[in-house]
């Protein structure tokens, strides 16, 4: 039974469920029969990008891949926003604006730290009980409340102004102002902006465009979405739908197949004996560590190897398990 992940580059139209669903196909076909497979936050089909997918004992760590923080690039296209603030969508306002490059740089500030956010109509959040864009579709009000959100980090991914070809984000911002008494339209207007954003649980892309165009005093919809990490996972690590497929065709999972513990590169490991590790197998409490209070994955090596036994939490020298790993190794 394999245990760990495989870090899918999503392709557009693929919609996260039936990338699990791949995985268990392809898992299936290679021998392994049935496999716990889960993912660690859904991604639209309309996006692409970074897509963790969790086989065996890692799917126990989906929720914490759930409440990780995740980093984006997206395309805004200015003078129009749509119903989906997508380019699936149907548009709903039009504009003659378009925000000059100084200005799109000036507003990024802005969004950067704790912000509130309107989700999308079109979203899976529940409204009494219902999805919003059932209702949505169904031609019904959806009205949202905003939520907090943390936006850690937003920069240019880069520029494409009318009519000429992308800037990368070392542009020099001053050699687009004019001279102070040369009005807007003499500015270099940008046509559209790729941006890159790291963001906390909760945020939608979507709605970031949206209320970034509207604050330049303008309209805008996402054109292009990509995922570029989910929590300690980035696009390095990613293989593609078809590098998958060869699994099932008789390629070795070991090549794709990234450990368990690699889902916890973002916090520290606790060494145990193979006495401590029985105990904490059995859900007791380890005593007299000298280690600072906060959560650890715990650890026993067998060889070389690390076999993940448990999160644990430490608080006044005292570990309590959160969560098991039912990994087997010769302690047992």
């Known amino acids: 039974m394999p245990h760990g992940w495989i870090i899918l580059d999503k392709p557009v139209g693929l919609g996260s469920t039936q990338a699990v669903a791949a995985v268990k196909r392809n898992l299936r076909e290679a021998g392994f029969g ?5 993912h660690g936050g859904t991604l639209d089909p309309l996006a692409e990008g970074v897509l963790p997918i969790a086989l065996g004992e890692a799917t126990k760590l989906c929720g914490r891949m759930l409440d990780a923080s995740k980093s984006y690039a997206f395309t805004i296209q200015f003078g129009t926003e749509t119903d989906t603030l997508d380019a699936e969508g149907e548009v709903v306002e039009r504009t003659d604006r378009h925000p000059p490059l100084a200005a799109i740089a000036a507003v990024l500030a802005h969004f950067t730290g704790e912000i509130e956010q309107v989700p999308p109509a079109y979203s899976a959040l529940k409204l009494d009980g219902r999805r919003a864009y059932d ?5 019904e009000q959806v009205e949202l409340k905003p939520r907090r959100v943390t936006i850690h980090a937003l920069e240019f991914a880069g520029t494409a102004p009318q009519g000429q070809p992308a800037i990368d984000s070392t542009f020099s ?5 004019p001279d102070p008494e040369i009005g807007y339209e003499a500015l270099e207007l940008a046509d559209s902006v790729t941006l890159v954003a790291t963001v906390s649980k909760g945020t939608y892309i979507r709605s ?7 604050a330049l005093g303008s309209l805008g919809h996402v054109t292009y979405l990509r995922r570029l990490k989910a929590g300690p996972f ?3 690590q990613a293989i593609s739908l078809d590098k998958l497929n060869e699994i099932g065709k ?5 090549d794709v197949i990234l450990p368990l513990e690699a889902g916890l590169d973002d916090i520290p490991a606790l060494d145990l004996d193979p006495e401590a590790a029985v105990a904490v197998r059995q859900g007791r409490v380890l005593t007299g560590l000298p280690q600072g209070e906060g959560l650890y994955w715990a650890r026993v090596f067998t060889g070389a190897m690390p076999v ?3 999160l644990m939490q430490v608080e006044a020298g005292s570990a309590k398990v959160v969560r098991g790993f039912n990994l087997p190794d010769v302690a047992e």
């Open 250 to 254: 008789g390629a070795p999972l070991e």
């Open 208 to 214: 970031l465009a949206r209320d970034i165009a509207r």
């Open 135 to 139: 209702l949505a579709r169904a031609g």
């Open 234 to 236: 980035s696009e390095e």
């Open 34 to 38: 049935k496999v716990k497979v889960g």
């Open 308 to 310: 993940p036994i448990a």
């Open 173 to 177: 911002l001053t050699s687009s102002r």
